[in-house]
Nanobody, 123 residues
Framework: VQLQASGGGLVQAGGSLRLSCAVS????????MGWFRQAPGKEREFVAG????????VYADSVKGRFTISRDNAENMVYLQMNSLKTEDTAVYYC?????????????????WGQGTKVTVSS
């Protein structure tokens, strides 16, 4: 399985970015998909996850109401729309495929990871 994340960049606080993750190598629609982020000096943290059906996404409290995760099973893509960005959202963002059938916030339960895309939010 290969994952390719893209869409990161530099944006001012209050702005928006849309991250994309292309998945190849297996049946995409069978996987839970997640977005995580890691800021310098911090542990990787869960941002958002979506089940294979696309229903009932799960979000970290810090991004609820600002970020939206979605997926296109026909195109093997997962997206993260990020609005009202804050400086504390600055991090490298990773997409990952979940090992189970239920969205989980634990990185250890995601078994394939993309290379990450850097998001920098300036004040």
């Amino acid at each position: 399985v290969q994952l390719q994340a893209s869409g990161g960049g530099l944006v001012q606080a209050g702005g928006s970015l849309r991250l994309s993750c292309a998945v190849s190598g297996r049946t995409f629609s069978s996987n839970v998909m997640g977005w995580f982020r890691q800021a310098p000096g911090k542990e990787r943290e869960f941002v958002a996850g979506i089940a294979r059906s696309g229903g009932r996404p799960v979000y970290a409290d810090s991004v609820k109401g600002r970020f939206t995760i979605s997926r296109d099973n026909a195109e093997n893509m997962v997206y993260l729309q990020m609005n009202s960005l804050k400086t504390e959202d600055t991090a490298v963002y990773y997409c990952a495929t979940g090992a189970g059938m239920v969205v989980t916030t634990t990185p250890l339960l995601y078994n394939n990871w993309g290379q990450g895309t850097k998001v920098t939010v300036s004040s």
